[in-house]
């Protein structure tokens, strides 16, 4: 066919692309090729002032997500008994009055905290679901089984508590002008810590572009990962830590820089507080019982820590690793220290202070943003019931999270008091978020009601839902993002057989529960709403796709220093947001929620220095999840393309080990830990180190359902051997997904 001739009615039109579809976590800008009411292309927008059209494989491949055969089309109710497989259609009028009056019957009778909302990961539905739990008057919104919420909370946790705010390497992300911009200069030396962003574009940004455009620059890179990912094998050092000891490194690298001199004396002086107090806890830490810790050679940590403190500016990108170390907190604020002590903080080039665009918040990142939207009585009075409050200071302080490893705890006890139900929102828990995926599906197929919202049928929907709603991708909504680089507005453009968008349907539900909270007339006035500080309406934005605060402006990361300028604090003095207007090396925030206030390393739950005896049983670390560019978390297993590229479940192994126990590449075998085992085919490769294997996560298989509708979850899901309830003192991070000890053997 003349190609030219197919485009002649093509429209294209140019947004964010947020989940569904890609899955991820902060979008980029795309072009939308639209024919006859259908999305026929996606590509990345050439004009997007920070990604110039790069775009990941899955933003390509959203047509076939789209436009799949086993995509959810219309609402569903299940027909016979949970598990079954069997449902039927419903309307959506059957749909929402029916949800409608069981969640009313539940709270009637139990009160509306027995419903827990569920979300996974930091989708573009965290700001529908918090909406309609919040209007239904539920407290306990959570990221369903992840232990220890130990996904980005952590880190945004852990840097509130030390600097009052959350930072960012400084990839010139925040002026039009990127690596022109007069201001900006590359890091001098750059530490990717614990992430893969070449593979992942973890975190918001498409960092792994920007990490080597920063190289071609110049940056030099330390590399700490126990794998030999890309980027570590083009680092001028690579530490290849045992996992989860990334807080004694941190520790031994401040011994160091602080023992030696080399931190910012000025900067120390004048903005830091508590810095003697970490000068003392830093000398448990010693080169020797860090190397002997960590595994990495004591020369090694120095060189690195060295190289590190003498660049200026230097920068430290990290990833979830970090937090799901054992006391997340902890490490989070010994990694923090080292930006800080060092005086990266806020410099061209070093870690960016960083909030939303004009400070717009779709989904909230903190109790201060939480109580812009809601209120100050509004967000108090939610706290007193939300689970995990009242043990843990930071789940009670920071954030809305209710606690994922005790509403699992109280699934089971039903104590203080019972759970009734459940609403899950972009989560498959049955083949990727939870620890002791059993436990869990145990749990909740007991509850009164279950309801869930997807793009697909998933081994989770199969297993404990009563309804079930089909999803829009990101061309089927309106919705914007707001993480960091310019607001975004994703437009709706198609409609794909009865599917709706997140917002649109948890605000039908929402204002059915609270026409107060939701007085809106519809979606778009709402969006207009939150985006008010922008000065644009929703249609204004969408019509210009993207917006960026000028420079000045406090949001973003322009101008640097800005603790000089007081443009941090509430108050308007200069210094930080923080009790003492100071980075806090020394917490006077964990200080008083009872906590230790300076960073120190523990152990993980199992490990060879930990429980040694276990180490002989099961001689290897098992970590798992390093994410795979094709795949986000358990989607896209059914996507032709993508599933091409990472066609199978597999294990990563060191050559050494395979020979020593027998295993082939290819060849399929049992990983076992002491909770379970998992079933996945043996990759030999280098990468790994011989006592550690890497097993990637989500794994469910769409094309064989099963007698049992579980998709293979059972043979296949790795979180059978990761436990719940390791979560940190705090409340956030130590979910050990990264180091839990385990043998192999062939199927
Ligand atoms: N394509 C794609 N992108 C994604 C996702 C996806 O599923 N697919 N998931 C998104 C989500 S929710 C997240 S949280 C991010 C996660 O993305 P990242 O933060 O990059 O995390 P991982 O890929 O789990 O691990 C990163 C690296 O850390 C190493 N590592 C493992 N254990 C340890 C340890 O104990 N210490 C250290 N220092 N390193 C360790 C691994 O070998 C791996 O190379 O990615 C996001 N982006
Ligand atoms: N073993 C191991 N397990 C891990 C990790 C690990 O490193 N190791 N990483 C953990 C981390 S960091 C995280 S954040 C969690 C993530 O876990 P989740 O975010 O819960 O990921 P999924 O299980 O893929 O569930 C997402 C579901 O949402 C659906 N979906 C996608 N987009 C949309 C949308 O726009 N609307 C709706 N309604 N549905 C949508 C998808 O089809 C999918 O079924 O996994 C964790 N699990
Ligand atoms: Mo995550």
């Not at 509850?447 to 929907?461: G, R």
């Not at 359902?705 to 979850?713: L, P, W």
Request: charged content about 25%; some cysteine; glycine content about 10%.
């Amino acid at each position: 066919m003349d190609e030219r001739a197919d485009t002649k009615d093509v429209q294209i039109i140019k947004m964010g692309a947020w989940s569904g579809g890609p899955g991820c976590h902060g979008g980029c800008g795309v072009e939308v090729h639209v024919k006859d009411g259908r999305v026929i292309k996606v590509e990345g927008d050439p004009d997007h002032p920070f990604l110039q059209g790069r775009t990941c494989p899955r933003v390509l491949a959203t047509t076939q997500v789209m436009y799949h055969p086993d995509r959810l089309k219309y609402p569903l109710k299940r027909a016979g008994e949970r598990g079954e497989g069997k449902w039927t259609r419903i309307s959506w009028a059957e749909a929402y009055d029916t949800i409608y009056a069981r969640m009313k019957e539940i709270k009637e009778k139990y009160g509306p905290e027995s419903i827990v909302f569920g979300q996974g990961t930091g989708r573009d539905a965290g700001g529908p679901i918090l909406l309609l739990a919040y209007a239904y008057g539920s407290p306990n919104w959570t990221l369903l089984g992840l232990s220890g919420i130990s996904c980005f909370t952590p880190r945004l946790a852990g840097m509130y508590v030390t600097e009052g705010d959350f930072t960012f390497m400084d990839a010139a992300q925040f002026s039009p002008l990127r690596y022109e911009e007069p201001e900006w200069t590359p890091p001098k030396c750059l530490i990717v810590w614990g992430r893969e962003p070449v593979g992942g574009c973890s975190d918001h940004y498409a960092t792994g572009h920007w990490m080597v455009d920063c190289m071609k620059r110049g940056t030099k890179l330390i590399v700490v990962d126990p794998r030999c990912t890309w980027i570590a094998s083009r680092a001028d050092h690579w530490l290849q830590l045992r996992p989860a000891t990334d807080g004694a490194l941190a520790l031994g690298m401040l011994h160091i820089i602080i023992n030696e001199g080399l931190y910012d004396k000025t900067f120390v002086e004048k903005w830091i507080y508590g810095f003697e107090e970490l000068k003392k806890r830093v000398q448990e830490y010693p080169p020797d019982r860090v190397s002997y810790i960590t595994w990495i050679p004591k020369e090694k940590i120095i060189d690195a820590a060295r190289l590190y403190a003498k660049s200026k500016p230097a920068a430290i990108q990290w990833g979830v690793p970090v937090d799901m170390n054992a006391e997340a907190t902890s490490v989070i604020q010994a990694i923090t220290s080292l930006w800080c002590v060092t005086g990266n903080l806020d410099i061209p080039g070093g870690n960016v202070i960083c909030r939303g665009p004009f400070g717009v918040s779709i989904y909230p990142y903190s109790t201060e943003e939480l109580t812009a939207i809601y209120g100050k009585d509004f967000v108090q009075k939610l706290s007193e019931k939300r689970i995990g409050a009242d043990r843990y200071p930071l789940v009670k302080n920071f954030r809305g999270w209710a606690l994922s490893d005790v509403v699992l705890e109280q699934m089971e006890t039903g104590k203080p008091y019972p759970i009734k139900g459940m609403w899950i929102q972009t989560n498959n828990f049955l083949a990727c978020a939870a620890g002791e995926p059993r436990r869990h599906f145990e749990a909740i197929r007991k509850l009164d009601f279950n309801v869930v919202v997807d793009l697909f049928m998933t081994p989770t929907a199969q297993a404990i839902a009563d309804i079930v709603l089909p999803a829009g991708t990101f061309p089927e909504k309106d919705s914007v993002f707001s993480t960091g680089i310019p607001l975004n507005a994703i437009q709706k453009v198609v409609e794909v057989e009865e599917c709706k968008s997140d917002w649109e349907i948890n605000f039908e539900l929402a204002r059915r529960f609270n026409p107060e909270i939701v007085h809106w007339n519809n979606v778009r006035e709402m969006l207009t709403e939150r985006i008010r500080p922008s000065g644009l309406t929703f249609d204004e934005l969408s019509e210009q796709v993207w917006a960026l605060p000028p420079k000045g402006h406090p949001s973003g990361s322009a101008p640097y220093r800005r603790y000089e300028k007081g443009l941090l604090r509430p108050d308007g003095k200069p210094g930080f947001r923080t009790p003492t207007g100071k980075i806090e090396v020394y917490s006077t925030t964990l200080e008083s929620y009872g906590l230790d206030p300076l960073p120190y390393f523990e152990e993980p739950p199992e490990s060879p220095l930990r429980t040694p005896e276990l180490w002989k049983e099961f001689p290897l670390i098992l970590m798992t999840g390093r994410r795979s560019p094709v795949l986000f978390h358990s989607e896209h297993r059914q996507i032709p393309w993508l599933r091409e590229i990472d066609p199978d479940p597999i294990v990563e192994i060191h050559p050494e080990t395979a020979r020593r126990l027998g295993i082939e590449d290819g060849e399929w075998v049992w990983i076992e830990g002491r909770r379970g085992r998992a079933k996945r085919k043996a990759k030999l490769t280098l990468i790994v180190h011989p006592r550690m294997v890497m097993a990637p996560h989500g794994w469910w298989l769409p094309e064989k359902e099963g007698e049992d509708h579980s998709y293979g979850v059972w043979d296949l899901n790795v979180n059978q051997l990761i436990p719940m309830g390791y979560q940190s003192k705090s409340g956030f991070g130590g979910g050990p997904y990264k180091c839990m000890l385990c043998k192999i053997y062939k199927v």
